[in-house]
Each structure stands twice: as C-alpha cells, then as structure tokens.
C-alpha cells in the first residue's frame, strides 16, 4: 500500500466540523505535517505535531496523533468556505524526504 | 525574493520536445526538493539536493529527467524527449535543515507542463 493514505473529498456544511484523516506506514518521524493547498497555488504548512504529542490545538485547528494505530487526523471548527481546498498529510521518509498522501479535497458549501 | 520562485508558470510544448523549468529557492536554505502533481496523483517525489549535490534521485521516471543546482540556490529540471505522461503540476520547495527547525518546506506555485 502507499505510504501514507488519505480520502480523496470531503464535502461539509458551512459552520460545521470537518475532521480529515490519515494513516501512515513510517513510525520513526519527529514530526508530522497537514499542508494546505489553495486553487492555483503551491502546498503552505498549516500545522505539524511533534511525534511525542497525542494533540496539538491551534485555533480553529486541533490534530490528532494516535502513534500505535498509526493514525493522524485534522479537525476543523467552524469550517468557512475560505477553508475550501487540498489537505495533504506528510511526513519525512529517512531524514529529509517529506512523503506527502494524495490529499483531501475539502468542499464547504453553504 | 521573499518566496521561492517557478518559471514559466505555464508551459505548453509539442512531444518529443525538451523543456526545462527553473526554480529559484528562498535564500540560505540548503535544501530543494522537486516533486510531480498529476491530477488525482498527488505530489510525487522526483530529487532532492542538499546544496549542490543530490543524495536521492530515486524519484525521477525515467533518464529522460535531469535536474541540476548550481551555488546552491538555482535549480533546473530538463526533460528531454518529452511525452504526453509528462503532464502535470512541476512543483518546487526548499527548506532550511539545521538548527533544529521542524523542516517545513516552502513552495513554490509550481510550473504546469502541458505535451501536446
């Protein structure tokens, strides 16, 4: 399988929740990534998690590790249509070489 | 410049043709990375370099690709011979690897290669 593994849409209501999910094969990484990408633009870092974390809020933002599963998750409060876009998980294979997913598409509609 | 920059943006070129795209990293990081976006792909890594030297190329397709950096800042992939496979987002990043940062990688907006 891929190294790390997204759903490719989400589709929310504007207000509510939205959680993106990711799994991941490499458990050795310091840290772990969601990066954003906006229609016509290139990938910007949204958030990361150290690795000896389980949770890391920022705002509207909470990322949620859970280490022996494997597994890291995005949720997003109160989603705004300005929150419509790609969400890639990463994380570096080896030392330097960030290994995104296929990324997320976020849909908010009124 | 304050961000790291991709030329052309655009480009539209007849198979079997060459094209090359220049990335120009943000100064002082040591690390570049090019990757491939194909529309529901996501990114692919194609090489990183650490200054001018490329400890990991095992991202490029095939040897039609090549990619140099040249006083640690400017970077170019070739592709020669190009084919209608080739299609995608050219998407750049650099990042500063020392001094315990936490190796966020900085894009570019990418060069969209269209063969024809």
């Known amino acids: 399988g891929e190294d790390v593994e997204q759903s490719l849409f989400l589709s929310v209501r504007e207000g509510d929740s939205s959680v993106i999910n990711c799994t991941y094969t490499?458990?050795?990484?310091?840290?772990l990534y969601w990066y954003k990408q906006e229609p016509g633009a290139g990938l910007q870092l949204l958030t990361y998690?150290?690795?000896?974390?389980d949770m890391k809020q920022d705002q509207r933002l909470t990322v949620l590790l859970n280490k022996k599963d494997k597994h890291l998750s995005l949720r997003i409060a109160d989603t705004q249509t300005g929150d419509s876009a790609i969400y890639f998980c990463?994380?570096?294979?080896?030392?330097?070489?960030?290994?995104f997913g296929r990324g997320t598409s976020l849909i908010v509609h009124p | 410049g304050a961000g790291v920059s991709q030329s052309p943006s655009n480009k539209v070129t007849e198979k079997g043709k060459d094209v090359e795209l220049r990335c120009d990293p943000i100064?002082?990081?040591?690390?570049l990375y090019w990757y491939r976006q194909s529309l529901g792909q996501g990114l692919e890594f194609l090489i990183y370099?650490?200054?001018?030297?490329?400890?990991?190329k095992s991202g490029l397709p095939s040897d039609r690709f090549s990619a140099e950096r040249t006083g640690g800042s400017v970077s170019t992939l070739t592709i020669q011979r190009t084919q209608q496979e080739d299609s995608a987002v050219y998407l750049c990043?650099?990042?500063?690897?020392?001094?315990?940062?936490?190796?966020?990688?900085?894009f570019g907006e990418g060069s969209r290669l269209t063969v024809l």
């Open positions: 990043a650099s990042s500063l690897l020392w001094g315990g940062n936490t190796g966020e990688l900085f």
């Open positions: 490499d458990s050795s990484s310091t840290y």
């Open positions: 998690i150290f690795s000896n974390m």
């Open positions: 990463a994380y570096p294979r080896g030392s330097y070489i960030p290994t």
């Open positions: 100064s002082g990081h040591t690390a």
């Open positions: 370099f650490q200054g001018n030297s490329a400890p990991d």
